[in-house]
């Protein structure tokens, strides 16, 4: 893998809505969350089909944080179709991960993922595919 570095220029309200992203889902600086949003942006094209696919939406977040635990239920009861098991580990006293496999069309599952992931105060997310017809 290649690291290129180039300049970026955005308008002030787009800087700071930036700004507000990354502190909003706690990235390190700037650059992650540029590339978090653009690997999302690869992926979601890729992957809005209706494909029926299976995978795993993995995500760690603070389990001191109770209403993040609470989110992620509300959450994944409208989505009982495609969710085969959910499982929660706790890693030590702050970190939890949870992890749900699923199966389902494709667009679905990101629509799953999109709304997990953006719970406010989850650490990491990611959603893994595969096609599975």
Do not use: P
């Amino acid at each position: 893998m290649s690291l290129k570095r180039f300049g970026v220029s955005l308008e002030d309200e787009l800087l700071e809505a930036l700004d507000q992203y990354v502190e909003g889902n706690r990235f390190a600086n700037r650059s992650q969350a540029i590339r978090f949003l653009i690997e999302k942006n690869v992926a979601e094209r890729k992957w809005q089909c209706d494909h029926i696919v299976a995978g795993t939406i993995i995500i760690m977040y603070d389990q001191t944080q109770k209403k993040i635990a609470s989110r992620i239920s509300s959450i994944q009861q409208h989505y009982q179709d495609v969710i085969l098991s959910s499982s929660q580990y706790y890693l030590n006293d702050e970190f939890c991960l949870h992890i749900a496999t699923v199966t389902g069309t494709a667009h679905r599952l990101t629509e799953l993922s999109d709304q997990l992931i953006s719970i406010k105060g989850i650490r990491h997310g990611k959603l893994v595919m595969s096609r599975a017809d």
